[in-house]
């Protein structure tokens, strides 16, 4: 989850306007900053929050399509993909190391099977295994993470959503 977080910093870069963007003390009510919980939303109107300990923001971006450039824990996203929106929870404390979500909605101008036939490769090639597909869904598990997708027909091409779940 962590990569996921990281590439999600330059597109702090990029807001150089509609901003808000709030400082705090890191450390949570009882003084323990061990804890944190991140959550980072981008929708379609291209807003995108931020907030983790001691910052949150509230940032207008240029339009961007962020399809061809995501990559989820080494899983490209399929090509010709716009992400609509994106969300990102992650919690991090001393019992449970790294778990989170990313949840994702997308179009893509390809057929849902072309879709699926996409992650299926990207899956396996990324180290998942049990992969379990259907003509417009899948999942398949690394480790402790499950990734899913979701894919339905819309016009001449599809939509659909990517969640990924677990720890890192």
Avoid: W
Avoid at 53 to 69: D, Q, T
């Amino acid at each position: 989850m962590r990569k996921i977080l990281i590439c999600t910093f330059p597109l702090l870069a990029l807001a150089a306007c509609n901003s808000s963007v709030k400082l705090s003390d890191a450390e949570g009510g009882d003084g323990n900053a061990s804890d944190s919980n991140v959550h980072i939303a981008m929708n379609e109107g291209n807003k995108v929050s931020v907030d983790v300990p001691g910052f949150s923001a509230k940032l207008a971006l240029p339009s961007m399509n962020l399809g061809g450039h995501l990559d989820l824990d080494g899983i490209k996203v399929a090509p010709n993909t716009k992400v609509t929106t994106l969300d990102v929870t992650a919690h991090d404390d001393a019992g449970n190391q790294d778990d989170g979500k990313v949840n994702i909605r997308f179009t893509n101008p390809a057929p849902a099977a072309a879709v699926i036939d996409h992650y299926a490769r990207a899956t396996a090639d990324a180290g998942y295994g049990d992969i379990a597909r259907t003509p417009t869904s899948l999942t398949a598990r690394k480790e402790q993470k499950t990734f899913a997708v979701n894919v339905s027909p819309q016009g001449t091409g599809s939509q659909g959503t990517i969640l990924i779940a677990g720890k890192d």
